[in-house]
């Protein structure tokens, strides 16, 4: 297991992250421009080394009701490498222009596998329709439906 300082060394190396502390000596990284409401990425990180790192919007890791991994146990590569994808899963998704002449006023959400295609998914005309770039890929009657493509290509929100 890292220690508190191991753990804390690896956390500030990320420059996007700042630091707030708590009560108890724990230890608080917040996202300051996080897309949502979410800003904590790294949670009441203690001196004992036990602390939390929010993967709510990530599905490769197990989480608690608030979308927190337990962190204990990490090692130094996977402790980083949650970090990471925790940052960037709470970051603002910057539109080109051809996701923004496809995505227009619509609500959209983004899909992402593992070797970091994207995909788009727009309700548009009583339709859900996924998108890569500005070719439309498949067309679908429900949210449901789509969701299910998406998830059994290997496709996860982001």
């Known amino acids: 297991m890292l220690t508190f300082n191991e753990k804390l ?3 500030e190396s990320f420059p996007e992250l700042e630091r707030k502390d708590v009560s108890l000596k724990r230890v608080n990284f917040q996202l300051p421009n996080s897309a949502s409401d979410k800003k904590n990425v790294v949670y009441h990180l203690h001196p004992n080394g036990n602390g939390f790192i929010f993967a709510g919007n ?4 197990q989480t608690d009701d608030k979308g927190m991994v337990n962190i204990r146990d990490f090692a130094p590569d996977e402790l980083k490498q ?3 994808e925790s940052i960037e899963s709470l970051l603002p998704v910057e539109k080109t ?3 923004e002449a496809i995505i227009g006023n619509e609500v959209e959400e983004r899909w992402v596998d593992e070797e970091k295609n994207h995909l ?3 309700n548009e005309n009583e339709s859900w329709n996924i998108y890569f770039g500005l070719n439309l890929e498949e067309s679908f009657d429900t949210y ?3 969701e299910d493509f998406l998830t059994e290509e290997g496709f996860h929100r982001v």
């Not at 990530?58 to 890791?61: I, N, P, V």
């Open 97 to 99: 222009l051809v996701e």
């Open 120 to 122: 788009i998914l727009i």
């Open 9 to 11: 060394a690896i956390i």
């Open 58 to 61: 990530l599905d490769t890791y």
């Open 82 to 84: 949650l970090i990471k």
């Open 144 to 146: 449901g439906e789509a």
